[in-house]
């Protein structure tokens, strides 16, 4: 992957060039950022640029079998981990090294993915991925081996937050004490997840959302997307460029999160003074709790984007309102007087609890369950 495939991000992008030609590279970089930001690529394309010696003219004049090596992600001194789960065929322990093949197809299909995205991938988006110590062994057996072409061996830990505690103190040894011409990668969304000890021993460098008009030319340019169709996309992608990917599918997850939120609020209202919808919602609560814990997860932070935009567009901020949903009958600007500022500090850590206990592994139907019966009382709230 080169850093011309890349959006964006160019102060990022001269940083880790002018720094590799310097011989200044850190063993360890913590790069952080938004969802659809670019991390992943932008961890592949630096990998690439140092193991091909791509230094003249950015990725064209290197070493020309090595950049050929990178199309298909298989260097032999590239290493990935990431977060896995027990799936039919890898029942217990299950470890990057085991789904490898999967790993490719992702990233040849969207090196922009999220979490969620590859957990669908490998089809078990009912499970929550981890980073366990049998992976952080694998890295250890790895990295003790010389490199293949005499250079640097390169590890890219992608979503590191995930990593378990007895994960982190392996791979913290060998942060604390690395091998010559070893170069850790660890990637996140969240800078505050990562382990205090680990995130002391890298160079962190943040990441910033994308703007909308790198957005709306990557979607025209690749895409073949008429120009005032990519645009409005790319306002409502917010600086994601895997959200944008996703807005052009009309079966997107976003229209399926529209539904569940639409029909979550109408029986909240029906709910009022009838006891009898409250069946209603205890009937959404099951559906829901049947999607699996990561759908659970990200349909939660969908919610908290919806009644945000309500609150401003009851505040008459429209600029900043991005939202349009499709639901046949449901307008953002009917709801939006029902979201103010008695109610939403409620809404938001109600829906906020739920989440943190979602996480934790509770009964996801109890907890929707109840975080709906509070819905009913919140959004009549003055």
């Known amino acids: 992957m080169q850093f011309s495939e890349i959006l964006g991000q160019d102060y990022i992008k001269n940083h880790l060039t002018t720094s590799a030609v310097a011989g200044r590279i850190s063993h360890a970089q913590l790069f952080i950022g938004p969802d659809g930001s670019g991390t992943l690529p932008m961890a592949i394309a630096y990998a690439q640029y140092i193991l ?16 050929l090596k990178f199309e298909n992600f298989s260097h032999p001194d590239l290493h990935f981990v ?3 789960v027990g799936t039919d065929t890898i029942k217990t322990k299950p470890k990057s090294i085991d789904f490898v093949v999967e790993w490719r197809q ?3 299909e969207n090196p922009y993915g999220s979490s969620f995205d590859w957990y669908r991938h490998l089809g078990v988006q009912n499970k929550q ?6 992976d952080a062994q694998e890295i250890l057996k790895s990295l003790a081996l010389k490199s293949y072409e005499g250079g640097y061996k390169i590890m890219i830990v992608w979503m590191a937050d995930k990593l378990n505690i007895a994960a982190s103190n392996k791979l913290l040894k060998l942060l604390e004490e690395p091998n010559d011409k070893t170069l850790f990668l660890l990637i996140s969304e969240s800078e505050e997840d990562i382990m205090p000890t680990i995130r002391s021993r890298c160079q962190v460098l943040h990441f910033s959302a994308l703007p909308e008009k790198t957005i709306a030319d990557a979607l025209v340019n690749r895409h073949n997307i008429e120009p005032r169709t ?6 409502q992608a917010q600086g994601n460029y895997n959200k944008a990917l996703q807005l052009l599918q009309s079966d997107g997850e976003d229209t399926v999160f529209e539904k569940y939120f639409v029909d979550w609020v109408r029986a909240a209202f029906r709910a009022k003074g009838n006891a009898a919808a409250i069946q209603d919602l205890i009937a959404w609560s099951e559906q829901i709790a049947a999607s699996g814990r990561e759908t659970q997860k990200k349909f939660l932070h ?3 984007e919806m009644f945000r935009q309500a609150l401003l567009l009851h505040y008459q901020t429209t600029s900043l309102v991005y939202m349009e949903p499709k639901i046949e009958k449901f307008k953002l600007e009917n709801f939006a007087p029902f979201v103010n500022s008695g109610n939403i500090n409620d809404i938001f850590k109600s829906l906020s609890d739920a989440i943190y206990h979602i996480e934790r592994n509770g009964n996801a139907k109890i907890i929707l369950t109840d975080l709906s019966i509070k819905l009913t009382r919140l959004i009549h709230k003055k």
């Not at 091909?52 to 950049?67: Q, S, W, Y």
């Not at 991925?129 to 049998?134: L, N, W």
């Not at 990519?230 to 306002?235: E, F, G, T, V, Y």
């Open 106 to 108: 992702f990233l040849n």
């Open 230 to 235: 990519a645009s409005k996309l790319a306002h």
């Open 302 to 304: 969908f919610c908290i």
């Open 129 to 134: 991925g981890e980073i366990r110590v049998d």
């Open 52 to 67: 091909c010696n791509n230094v003249d003219n950015e990725n064209k004049n290197g070493n020309a079998a090595c950049n």
């Open 82 to 84: 990431y977060p896995t």
